[in-house]
Nanobody, 117 residues
Framework: QVQLVESGGGLVQPGGSLRLSCVAS?????????MGWYRQAPGKQRELVAR???????VYGDSVKGRFAVSRDHAMNTVYLRMDNMTPEDTAVYYC??????????WGQGTQVTVSS
């Protein structure tokens, strides 16, 4: 059973920064084709924040381009999200996601990020 565990969420002031981490369970030897982050704000649909594939190609949601950066450590099956210049509109539950070449997708439990003064 694949488990994705997120960490790093919390409260930050507007203009501040946070770094999220997500690690796949240690018993898992799956080589994920892609890993990334989604978010869901109250009353809104879940949306893509950023995704990175094994070759290092990245995709970002329009609202975070230039402010957020996704990276991964293949050996540790870990994905990171660096968030800078944050705004209250970034407030949401952030979910880690990972997908295999076979089409299986996995989700973390989510971590709350709140941007407020």
């Amino acid at each position: 059973q694949v488990q994705l565990v997120e960490s790093g969420g919390g409260l930050v002031q507007p203009g501040g920064s946070l770094r999220l981490s997500c690690v796949a369970s240690k018993n898992n030897r799956i080589a994920f084709a892609a890993m990334g982050w989604y978010r869901q704000a109250p009353g809104k649909q879940r949306e893509l924040v950023a995704r990175i594939d094994r070759g290092g190609s990245t995709v970002y949601g329009d609202s975070v381009k230039g402010r957020f950066a996704v990276s991964r450590d293949h050996a540790m099956n870990t994905v990171y999200l660096r968030m800078d210049n944050m705004t209250p509109e970034d407030t949401a539950v952030y979910y880690c996601a990972a997908g295999t070449l076979g089409g299986d997708n996995f989700w973390g439990q989510g971590t709350q990020v709140t941007v407020s003064s």
